[in-house]
């Protein structure tokens, strides 16, 4: 019990950080298995946010460019 409350006034000012972190992760079921490397980019909420945000746009582009591309070989077997 006395870690405990060695870990409470070592981290008293970050556990609401990762409290937050955690409820965020949670909510948004993020894959754990990569973490460290997001968290390491990742110094709060905003930026874990921010980060999702950047990965959600650059998959969205991805998939764009993939059906511009299949569309692309589709009208170039079709001529």
Excluded: G
Excluded at 6 to 33: C, G, H, M, W
């Amino acid at each position: 019990m006395y870690e405990c409350y060695e870990f409470y006034q070592t981290f008293l000012y970050q556990i609401p950080e990762l409290l937050a972190i955690s409820t965020f992760i949670r909510k948004n079921q993020v894959d754990i298995t990569n973490i460290a490397s997001v968290l390491k980019d990742a110094k709060d909420i905003f930026h874990l946010q921010s980060y999702r945000s950047e990965i959600r746009n650059e998959i969205e582009r991805l998939k764009q460019n993939k059906n511009n591309h299949n569309i692309f070989k589709i009208i170039f077997i079709i001529h």
